[in-house]
């Protein structure tokens, strides 16, 4: 804020605007950041899951063209907030 404007200050003037969308930040990384991102590179000792597009099914299904199988079935939430439709 400027010390002659009675305006205060927003987003837009806090700099963190700054850069395109997108893009990285071309500064260094903080402390906190720098341990994060070799977390992040550590290759862990877990197996892999596979992921539900790589099942024989949705492989199927989009080779015929047609729904996956289980896909739409409605389910509870199982938290007991379930909304009731009526014709009321």
């Known amino acids: 804020m400027s010390e002659d404007s009675v305006l205060p200050d927003t987003a ?5 605007d ?3 969308p997108g893009r990285p930040d071309p500064g260094p990384l903080a402390k906190d950041e720098r341990k994060l991102l070799k977390q992040l590179q550590k290759p862990t000792d ?5 992921v539900a597009e790589d099942s024989p099914e949705v492989a199927t299904a989009v080779a015929e063209d047609a729904p996956v199988p289980g896909a ?7 938290d007991g907030l379930d909304a009731a439709f009526t014709d009321r």
Not at 72 to 78: A, F, T
């Open 46 to 50: 877990d197996p892999a899951e596979p």
């Open 12 to 16: 837009m003037a806090t700099g963190n």
């Open 72 to 78: 739409g079935e409605g389910g509870g939430n199982d």
């Open 18 to 20: 700054e850069g395109e």
